[in-house]
């Protein structure tokens, strides 16, 4: 696998597809996604992948290691990339809810499952929520302007959360141009 001046979005889609074939399900959150919905416009440098199962978690090193990825701390990182790969262990959730939409990218044969958009701006949102993460929130309105996005649902979520307050300030910051992507 070629590894070397290789985009997030491709290395997430190699990475993830990899592990499926030697039996690690796995979903990709956090900034990563945010990188891929932006189309770059927001840059991460951590792959964060969410296990479906923590059954073959031990195995995950050995399997990394075959493409030329080494564990330092929780972090696996590789000699011909800047980027780095984290596992989190299960459930896929955001917030307190768990993750009810995952998407998928198809690049040739491979396949890549990440949160769906909407549960990407949860993502984001729950680090301005619970953190007063102002970077998440200024990623949260980055996909909102790139990407379909499902006001309802972030409402009913943020409500659920406790944070309908903080949603009406998210939502006041959104430009009218996002508008047009929010059902």
């Given at each position: 696998?070629?590894?070397?001046?290789?985009?997030?979005?491709?290395?997430?889609?190699?990475?993830?597809?990899?592990?499926?074939?030697?039996?690690?399900?796995?979903?990709?959150?956090?900034?990563?996604?945010?990188?891929?919905?932006?189309?770059?416009?927001?840059?991460?440098?951590?792959?964060?992948?969410?296990?479906?199962?923590?059954e073959k978690q031990k195995e995950i090193k050995s399997i990394l290691e075959k493409i030329g990825f080494?564990?330092?701390?929780?972090?696996?990182?590789?000699?011909?990339?800047?980027?780095?790969?984290?596992?989190?262990?299960?459930?896929?959730?955001?917030?307190?809810?768990?993750?009810?939409?995952?998407?998928?990218?198809?690049?040739?044969?491979?396949?890549?499952?990440?949160?769906?958009?909407?549960?990407?701006?949860?993502?984001?949102?729950?680090?301005y929520y619970h953190w007063n993460d102002r970077q998440s929130l200024e990623q949260a309105i980055l996909?909102?302007?790139?990407?379909?996005?499902?006001?309802?649902?972030?409402?009913?979520?943020?409500?659920?959360?406790?944070?309908?307050?903080?949603?009406?300030?998210?939502?006041?910051?959104?430009?009218?141009?996002?508008?047009?992507?929010?059902?």
């Open positions: 696998m070629k590894i070397k001046n290789i985009s997030l979005k491709d290395l997430a889609i190699c990475v993830s597809d990899f592990l499926s074939k030697h039996g690690v399900d796995v979903v990709l959150s956090g900034g990563a996604c945010v990188t891929i919905y932006t189309h770059n416009k927001y840059m991460s440098y951590d792959l964060d992948f969410v296990l479906i199962s923590a080494h564990a330092e701390g929780k972090h696996f990182k590789h000699k011909d990339t800047d980027f780095f790969i984290e596992f989190i262990p299960p459930p896929l959730s955001v917030g307190e809810e768990p993750v009810k939409e995952i998407s998928v990218i198809r690049k040739g044969n491979r396949t890549l499952k990440l949160l769906s958009p909407t549960d990407c701006v949860k993502d984001r949102l729950a680090a996909v909102c302007e790139n990407n379909p996005i499902d006001l309802r649902e972030l409402e009913r979520w943020s409500k659920n959360e406790g944070m309908s307050a903080k949603f009406n300030k998210f939502k006041r910051l959104l430009s009218p141009d996002s508008s047009s992507r929010l059902a």
